[in-house]
């Protein structure tokens, strides 16, 4: 059964860092591209990053400068450090797993609350 499992949300000032974590198992992790996605209040979920299991990134422009993922194969997690928050990136943090050889085959974590004040 695969389980994906975020935390390290929470409160932070505008201007402050957070770092968020998703750790997975029942899967062979190092075969998956993992990706943040995150849903504001009212809004839709949006893709903030992704990484490949080559360590490619990619990352949404509004966070592009600001955000850094990465993953630890020996962990079976990835991580989103979060700098220069501003209110705006207040939302439901979530992380994806899928195959790049099977797009309609993915799995979510529940989600992490992040709240930027200002």
């Known amino acids: 059964q695969v389980q994906l499992v975020e935390s390290g949300g929470g409160l932070a000032q505008s201007g402050g860092s957070l770092r968020l974590s998703c750790t997975a198992s029942?899967?062979?992790?190092?075969?998956?591209?993992m990706s943040w996605y995150r849903q504001g209040p009212g809004k839709q979920r949006d893709l903030v990053a992704s990484?490949?299991?080559?360590?490619?990134?990619n990352y949404a422009d509004s966070v592009r400068g600001r955000f850094t993922i990465s993953r630890d194969n020996t962990k079976n997690t990835i991580y989103l450090q979060m700098n220069s928050l501003k209110p705006e990136d207040t939302a439901v943090y979530s992380c994806k797993a899928h195959l790049q050889t099977e797009p309609n085959i993915y799995f979510w974590g529940q989600g992490t609350q992040v709240t930027v004040s200002s």
């Open positions: 029942g899967m062979t992790f190092s075969a998956y591209i």
């Open positions: 990484i490949s299991n080559a360590g490619n990134t």
